[in-house]
Each structure stands twice: as structure tokens, then as C-alpha cells.
């Protein structure tokens, strides 16, 4: 039954890699607006599952020690994903190319992202089914700004639609190898479980605190900035109703 519910989980959250389709539906300024509330929503979601719940349930199956490590070690890796990304970006020479590279090397990355999505989304599921609903919640609400930035940056690359939501789909699909990978090694690999909860706790405070809060920050406008605190608390309240009801 675990298995099943972490099998469903991670091709929602493939699905929503699709959601570059409804793209060129939207008015830019209805997409700017949608995306505007769910970044700070998302970002509540993030920091909500790291500390409400994720770093709690870790702490219960490990020592304090090795759960706080390996978040840190979570944050880290992240870290390193991203730089190797960007760094890449910032060197390809050629004027008249760098953005194909570059996305080609975004879905790399975004597909090395969904692979740690998918084993978050197992460790969360094999130690509580409401864990892992929140898990699941909290990278769907990041998933969806990011996937409508990837599929905007492969068309902007020169993929046709079709290909860029093809290429898209299969980047978000290694988040299933990543879960089966997850779940069967936990069965050999001791305390796997507990890190795994701790790794993506790491991974979803480096994700909301160094990609999501510096976006934010930019909105200066007092009114949008309350909507944006508004929905950051939300999220956090959200998730809060999930682990105190589903759990």
C-alpha cells in the first residue's frame, strides 16, 4: 500500500510538469499575478514541512547529531546543484548557442531536483502517510512556478511545444526512479528513513530560503508585500492543518 501511494505521488508530481501547456493560454499579467501568490505560498509550504514536520519526525527516528548534519548536508548539495547549473550557463561562449546548452543542461539539473523529490516523497510516505501527503503538497506548490519557468526557457531555446512538454515530462519522471531507488535501498541501508526525511528537509529550506525569498524580496510595493506575507503564512498554516489533522 506505501508503495502505491509513493508510486501516486510522485507521477502527480510529474504531471505537473504539464503545466507549461497552459502558458501561452494566459495573459501575461493573469500568469504574473497566479504566480505572484503561489511563490509565497509555496515558499510557506517549504519552510512549514521543514520545521513542523520533517525535521520533527527525523529527530524522532535518529539522533539530533545525525538528522541536523544531514539537513546541513542537504542544504549543501543544493547548493552545489545550482552552482554547477549556473556555472555552466555563465561559461558557454558562444553567442548564437548558449541557450540551448543551457536548457539541456536545466533539465539535467531539474532532473537531478525531481530525483531527490521522488526519494523526499518515499522517505516521507514510509514513515507517516500524512507525512508524505504534506511532502507531496510542498513540492507540487514549488513545482508548479518552476516547471512554467522551464518550459518558458525551452521554448525560448528553440524547442517546439511539443518537444519542450516531452522533454520536460521525462525530466520530471526520474522523481519515480528516485522513490523506487529510495524505497527499495531503505530495506539495506540502516537509518536511511530518518536521513532521507532530514536530507529533504535541508533541501526544501535551501530551496524556499536562496530561490524563492530572494524573488520575493524584490516586490518593494507595501500592499504586495502583505499579500506576499499573507500567503507565505498560509502555506505554513496549511501545512500546519495537515499535520495536526492527516497525521
Do not use: C
Not at 36 to 50: D, N, P, R
Not at 203 to 219: H, T
Request: no cysteine; proline share 2%.
Amino acid at each position: 500500500m506505501v508503495l502505491e501511494q509513493i508510486i501516486l505521488s510522485t507521477l502527480l508530481v510529474s504531471l505537473v510538469s504539464l503545466v507549461g501547456v497552459f502558458v501561452l493560454s494566459l495573459k501575461h499579467r493573469t500568469m504574473h499575478a497566479f504566480l505572484f501568490v503561489l511563490m509565497s505560498f509555496a515558499t510557506g509550504t517549504l519552510f512549514g514541512s521543514a520545521f513542523l514536520d520533517l525535521i520533527p519526525e527525523a529527530l524522532e527516528k535518529t539522533d539530533a547529531h545525525n538528522a541536523l548534519f544531514t539537513v546541513l548536508f542537504g542544504l549543501i548539495i543544493f547548493f552545489i546543484v545550482e552552482k554547477f547549473i549556473y556555472w555552466h550557463h555563465h561559461h558557454h561562449s558562444s553567442h548564437e548557442e548558449k541557450e540551448k546548452p543551457f536548457a539541456y543542461l536545466n533539465l539535467i539539473g531539474d532532473g537531478i531536483h525531481n530525483f531527490f523529490d521522488g526519494a523526499a516523497i518515499a522517505a516521507s510516505f514510509m514513515a507517516n502517510p500524512g507525512l508524505g501527503v504534506t511532502t507531496t503538497i510542498a513540492i507540487i506548490a514549488h513545482e508548479i512556478p518552476q516547471e512554467i519557468g522551464d518550459f518558458s526557457l525551452l521554448i525560448y531555446s528553440g524547442f517546439t511545444k511539443k518537444k519542450a512538454l516531452l522533454f520536460n515530462l521525462a525530466s520530471a519522471l526520474l522523481a519515480v526512479l528516485g522513490a523506487l531507488i529510495f524505497f527499495y535501498s531503505s530495506s539495506f541501508i540502516e537509518n536511511l528513513e530518518a536521513l532521507g526525511l532530514a536530507f529533504t528537509a535541508g533541501m526544501f529550506i535551501y530551496i524556499a530560503a536562496a530561490d524563492l525569498m530572494p524573488e520575493l524580496q524584490k516586490e518593494l510595493n507595501i500592499k504586495k508585500s502583505v499579500i506576499q506575507l499573507i500567503s507565505m503564512v498560509i502555506g505554513i498554516m496549511f501545512i500546519l492543518w495537515v499535520v495536526v489533522y492527516l497525521e
